[in-house]
């Protein structure tokens, strides 16, 4: 599954310009979402994703801000809770590191991640209990756990957007 610019458009009418290690030759889609400010990348994601799981035949829903978690799905046998986190590269040239922050596992049953790479969007998705047992040994801050996750590197309980909601 890809981000495409038309999923983009439909979430997003802003552009601006400026320097990073994102532009329009290496990935247009990554760069406009480089370049959106504030909250508007996160809804959007959250607006993209939700539209993919619609499309992968699934009845879905975003709930409305400060909601405990971002997207409703009607699975077969129940609505379950989905958390949407996505992060932008960090800057610094040889970190490939991503920081998804705010994470509250006890608010969700799969967390979708959306890692920003400046050659287009990593995406992945994990059981909400997976994600308890990553964070169970780290401190909590204020708004959840941080979790930094090395493209290369992303922990085996992720799985490809293709395999939800079952991982297989």
């Known amino acids: 599954m890809t981000i495409t610019m038309q999923d ?27 370049i959106m400010e504030g909250k508007k990348r996160p809804d959007m994601i959250e607006g993209v ?3 993919k799981i619609q499309e992968h035949g699934y ?19 129940k609505p379950v809770r989905v958390e949407v986190k996505s992060a932008l590269h960090s800057g610094r040239i040889y970190d490939t590191s991503y920081s998804l922050q705010n994470i509250k596992p006890k608010n969700f049953d799969y967390l979708f991640i959306v890692l920003v790479t400046p050659n287009g969007a990593i995406i992945k998705w994990a059981y909400g209990e997976d994600i308890k047992n990553i964070v169970k040994q780290r401190t909590r801050h204020a708004n959840g756990f941080q979790l930094n996750v090395h493209k290369d590197k992303i922990p085996d309980c992720f799985y490809d957007f293709d395999d939800f909601p079952y991982g297989d």
């Open 49 to 51: 994703i939700c539209d």
């Open 59 to 77: 009845r879905a829903h975003t709930n409305p801000p400060n909601h405990p978690w971002d997207i409703t799905v009607s699975l077969d046998d």
């Open 8 to 34: 983009i458009r439909r979430h997003n009418n802003k552009t601006a310009n400026h320097d990073s290690l994102y532009c329009p030759k290496k990935n247009k889609a990554a760069y406009e979402m480089s």
